[in-house]
């Protein structure tokens, strides 16, 4: 197989990957970190509406990052516990829309920034690569403490953003206090993807096959908004948002760079993409799948229409105090859109652990 290379010019850029995780409904359980044993317990009640639904952030921030330009959103004091709201794809800084003044409430300091390639975010140079293998947006998070000088975060999220908080925890625990993960562990490498899965599990990922091609590439350019729509539908078929809702989070993704950043992300992930020289060494830890150190509290949706591994699968990749929820009520795998109170509480039950 060819390794396509990154090259500069944004009209010249060819990217992709995917990390192939078998589907299976997750058992609602705790797990026991000390003896990394798993017990039943009862669904914790929750409703998936806020009881304030907001429609906007109130401001948006910017600031140098490494090597971005972050937007950003902030609520809450500013001597209070950092929470760090990640978002996946394609989404954006709305999935936390809801969650943000609950936490707020709470007296946390609240940031959910936008990650390279959507909103606001912008890269400083346009000789950087568009790079969007895992580690890099990782180290994204890292300077983006380094410059709001936040030395030790809760780090939560979905999608990437789940990914991308396995990874701080992981490589980063001094800076990391706990973490909220919807579906759990998700720190892949290209070599382990290479695998092939069962047709149901393949068929799954058909939109990595997609953007592994050309013609994908240019679909996703073409028509990224429809793309996104079909995406929110099928990983939450019971989540009936409206065109507001959507058209919200839409406009994040006519960054100039956000095709390159998700094309690469997925061919990254199949090994059709090479990463950048300077992630090397931190792809080889995550490589042997590093295990979680720090408390943490993975949820998942009982209607997520999205591909995600089984809870039972990585109980073990979590050795500090854990626990994991099913939430109930058709939620799908936009978790904190979709139930932000439950989303909100299970930060403030890690923090307390």
Not at 210 to 217: D, H, I, K, Q, S
């Amino acid at each position: 197989m060819n390794t396509i290379k990154m090259s500069r010019g944004i009209n010249r850029r060819r990217f992709v990957a995917t990390a192939a995780t078998s589907v299976a409904a997750a058992e609602f359980m705790m797990i026991d970190v000390a003896n990394a044993q798993s017990d039943k317990i009862a669904p914790t009640s929750t409703s998936s509406i806020s009881p304030e639904t907001k429609t906007s952030f109130d401001s948006l921030k910017q600031i140098d990052a490494g090597v971005l330009n972050v937007g950003y959103v902030e609520a809450g004091v500013a001597d209070g516990a950092v929470v760090i709201l990640l978002h996946g794809w394609p989404s954006d800084i709305y999935s936390y829309v809801d969650v943000a003044p609950l936490l707020a409430a709470k007296g946390y300091r609240v940031i959910v920034p936008y990650l390279r390639g959507y909103g606001t975010t912008r890269f400083l140079s346009d000789e950087t690569p568009r790079n969007g293998q895992q580690s890099a947006l990782a180290v994204d998070v890292i300077a983006l403490m380094d410059a709001l000088k936040i030395q030790k975060a809760i780090v939560a999220g979905f999608d990437w953003g789940a990914r991308t908080a396995n990874i701080v925890a992981a490589l980063w625990p001094e800076r990391c206090k706990a973490i909220v993960s919807v579906s759990g562990y998700l720190i892949g490498n290209p070599e382990s993807n290479k695998k092939p899965l069962p047709p149901k599990a393949e068929f799954e990922w058909w939109y990595q096959f997609y953007f592994a091609t050309e013609r994908g590439r240019a679909g996703y350019d073409k028509y990224r908004h429809d793309f996104a729509r079909l995406i929110w539908q099928l990983a939450s078929p019971k989540w009936n948002f409206d065109d507001a809702t959507f058209d919200r989070s839409a406009t994040s993704f006519d960054s100039p760079d956000h095709v390159d950043i998700v094309i690469h992300n997925y061919r990254w992930r199949l090994g059709l993409a090479e990463g950048a020289p300077q992630y090397d060494d931190l792809e080889r830890r995550l490589a042997e799948t590093p295990v979680v150190t720090v408390p943490a509290i993975t949820l998942e949706g009982d209607a997520n229409g999205a591909p995600h591994p089984d809870a039972g699968s990585y109980a073990k990749k979590f050795s500090g105090k854990c626990a994991h929820r099913i939430i109930q009520g058709g939620v799908g795998h936009n978790l904190p859109q979709e139930a932000p109170q439950a989303f909100a509480d299970a930060i403030t039950e890690v923090d307390s652990y």
